[in-house]
């Protein structure tokens, strides 16, 4: 499957979410936050498509590093709203999609 294929932590989960079983070899090559995330369940999959439980009533989706620039972007410059500031991009972003430490990323 070449969905996130570029991301060892996300090919990872996405083999550990579609086995049957437990997996504690596949498990133990998770890293932080991932690990803990995954031991949480917070993460599933829909259609190949790997998401993120933010709250009981967010789920978003996992993006690999490829596509955060234009994530940024897009939650960034609205064409119908204009020019966002960060605190908006961040409040746009947070409905969007996740990855790690996304909120320390956007602050840097």
Not at 31 to 38: A, F, G, I
Not at 73 to 98: I, N, V
Request: charged share 25%; hydrophobic share 30%; net charge negative.
């Amino acid at each position: 499957m070449k969905t996130y294929s570029k991301h060892k932590q996300c090919g990872i989960l996405l083999q550990i979410l579609q086995q049957k079983y437990r997996s504690p070899e596949l498990e133990s090559q998770l890293d932080e936050p991932w690990l803990r995330d995954y031991r949480n369940t917070k993460f599933f999959l829909i259609d190949g498509i790997l998401h993120h439980i933010e709250s009981h009533t967010s789920a978003l989706t996992v993006v690999e590093r490829d596509h955060i620039s234009l994530i940024l972007q897009e939650c960034h410059y609205c064409p119908y709203m204009g020019h966002m500031s960060e605190e908006r991009t961040k409040e746009r972003l947070s409905s969007t999609a996740w990855w790690p430490r996304w909120e320390q990323e956007l602050s840097e």
